[in-house]
């Protein structure tokens, strides 16, 4: 390239600069995010049961992702042309999401026992039902898998075909964000009026894991605010990172005791409803996928997983990535979303 030419296209990036800078400043460059089209199915306080429509089911059984309690789960549905959702819609499979909503009062003595053992019985029940099978795999996302991983352990007899988990942390001697985001000791003074963790606690835990992200973040975005491509996937991943809500009380609690003070996945010691359980009663094929370059569910937090779960047949799949990085951007789309789809279809059937 001429220097002609070189100044050229920088004096053309720079009026893009301008221009994106101004919109984003004066707030009309908003992102729409959660745009494939679905349908509530089910509903149990603040815990909702979504379908997404799909006129080419090609394999079943159903899949059911499990999404954690302190993000929005819009994250797996993030813009369209990036979209876990998208894609795995797109194989073939009829696909239900299980989401939190925003914990308030009525939520605060909520613990394992209500997602565990009440709403995610009780979606598997819905999903059988509404698409009129006898299994369903199960996907667990973050603190999903947490929660999928204790079904399993609990109820190993529940009929589930397979099970995946995505950077889902089960070494908690390894996971700084949970101590930053119970307060260990002092989870009592973190409690907001309502009896739960504040969503701005939970935030700010994110943040301190890397406190520089929003730093750097602003010098690429201005070194790359002329692509708009670039400044809509910063706006939609940027908005989602600092969109948190509040965790229940009496989870956060279990968390600090069962979890980081005991370590009860690592060290074999879970209680759920007076019942000690264990991740060896999970038999079912099983994935675990997880990134190298996660700082907030590291790699090492992730891995022992497989170690501790009684599936026979179990894959792993460690990339590069980051959290984020496993359902959206190139990564995903190139490595993650068709691996996992392929280990889901060999345990499904076609119809």
Known sequence: MSIVESVRREVERNALRARNGIKMAAGISSVQTGLTPRDRVWQNGRAALYRYRNDDVRYRPPLLV????VSKAYILDLTPGNSFVEHL???GFDVYLLEWGEADERDA??????YVDGAIPAAVREVCKRSKVD???LIGYCFGGVLTLLHGAHHPDAPIRSHTVMACPVDYARMPLALAMTGGDDLETILGDDG?????????????LKPTADITGYVDLLEKLWNDDYVQAYQAMN??????????????????TM?????????DDLVLGGDRVSLKSITVPFMAVFGEKDHIVPADAASPVLDLI???QKTELRLTGGHIGLVVGRTAAKTTVPTIIEFLQKQSEEK
């Open 66 to 69: 499990v999404f954690s309690v």
């Open 89 to 91: 819609l797109a194989g």
């Open 109 to 114: 003595r909520n613990g394992f026992e209500y």
């Open 135 to 137: 299994e369903v795999s």
């Open 196 to 208: 739960n963790v504040p969503a701005d606690v939970v935030f700010s835990a994110f943040r301190s």
């Open 239 to 256: 908005g989602w990172a600092s969109d948190h809500v509040p965790m229940a009380g009496e989870l956060a609690r279990q968390i600090s």
């Open 259 to 267: 979890l980081v003070e005991k370590n009860g996945f690592v060290e």
């Open 310 to 312: 009684g599936s026979e």
